[in-house]
């Protein structure tokens, strides 16, 4: 990250001053007035803003609690220590770490090198990165659509192990750098960011640890990960080989723990594909049928006339 950064998040805090004096522990009035600990959006962003960044505590244990928000965490140097909801979480440099609002979160003390900062996020915020990450199916996107729900079903956290992306590193420090210095249009600059973000991210779901608390939230994550990285020649007998499980099992796992079956995920997978081409590109019609895994031309018209109530033709024309 730039030094000139660095030294700006490096400054010790009121906060870190406190603790370094000899407070004991972190000031619970600076967070919430409730008694529970969760931490309160009105106490962290500033009136009338959707998104915040505040340096993270240093040289105090963070006890366990949750938050009112979506909380964003990167890691801009040396390395700090999670515990999510039982599981041990070790943010190195470069790295993202994206809670549910229902994660339960404790904090290990960081030292003076340790540096990140969080990103406080109210749920509108995501209106303009929603739009431009479109239809498609992904994990990131559903995980942030069960935030905004306040739901678990694709986990409680994301840990993006990206320190050698180089596209994400260069959003994430021009949103910290955007957040700190006052500009016009930030709001926007920050929205579009944001979108551009997670778009690099849905191309790294192989770097990612997902916070599934149990079996059948692992095999979610399993089941969605391989139907979105391989929706073109996607099979069950594959995924059921790659997961080392027999194709009935699996076939009924799937339908108990996600409502649709193997098939139907995958055709939707396809179809919100095929839609994002219908309104991106200018492809023919049969060469995005056959770019979505599809070679039955009037099937794939079939089926898309039946999801979308409409042909590809006319949902192009329409730009629904």
């Keep these: ?19 370094l004096s000899g407070r004991s522990e972190i000031d619970r009035a600076r967070y919430t007035e409730q008694s529970q600990l969760i931490i309160d959006s009105k106490k962290m962003l500033d009136q009338g803003k959707l998104i915040q960044i505040r340096p993270h505590t240093r040289f105090v244990h963070f006890p366990k609690h949750r938050h009112n928000y979506v909380e964003v ?43 990140a900062v969080n990103f406080i996020i109210l749920p509108e915020f995501f209106d303009t990165t929603f739009r431009m990450m479109g239809e498609d199916e992904n994990i990131l996107r559903d995980f942030l659509i069960d935030c905004l729900r306040q739901d678990n079903s694709y986990g409680r956290y994301l840990h993006f192990r990206v320190s050698d992306v180089l596209p994400v590193q260069n959003l994430a420090e021009n949103m ?41 939230q692992k095999l979610i994550f399993q089941v969605l990960r391989y139907i979105d990285e391989n929706y073109r020649e996607a099979r069950l007998q594959e995924l059921a080989d790659l997961m080392g499980y027999d194709i009935p099992w699996l076939s009924r796992a799937i339908k108990r723990l996600l409502g649709r079956t193997y098939k139907e995920l995958l055709q939707v997978k396809r179809l919100n594909q095929a839609a994002f081409l219908l309104q991106t590109t200018r492809l023919p019609i049969t060469d995005i049928c056959a770019a979505v895994g599809y070679d039955n031309t009037s099937y794939f018209h079939r089926i898309f006339r039946a999801y979308y109530g409409m042909s ?9």
């Excluded at 990167?74 to 041990?88: A, E, R, S």
């Excluded at 590809?312 to 629904?320: D, F």
């Design 73 to 115: 965490i990167y890691m801009c140097q040396g390395q700090t220590t999670h515990i999510v909801d039982g599981n041990q979480v070790a943010l190195r440099e470069g790295e993202l770490l994206f809670l549910n609002q229902n994660a339960v979160q404790e904090i290990l003390p960081a030292g003076r090198e340790d540096i």
């Design 1 to 19: 990250m730039n030094k000139d950064l660095i030294a700006l998040l490096s400054v010790i805090t009121d906060e870190e001053q406190e603790i």
């Design 176 to 216: 910290v750098w955007t957040l700190l210095n006052s500009q016009p249009s930030k709001r926007s600059i920050n929205q579009f960011t944001m979108g551009l973000l997670l778009l690099q991210l849905t191309h790294c779901t192989h770097r990612l640890g997902t916070g599934a608390q149990n079996f059948d």
């Design 312 to 320: 590809p033709k006319e949902y192009r024309k329409h730009g629904v």
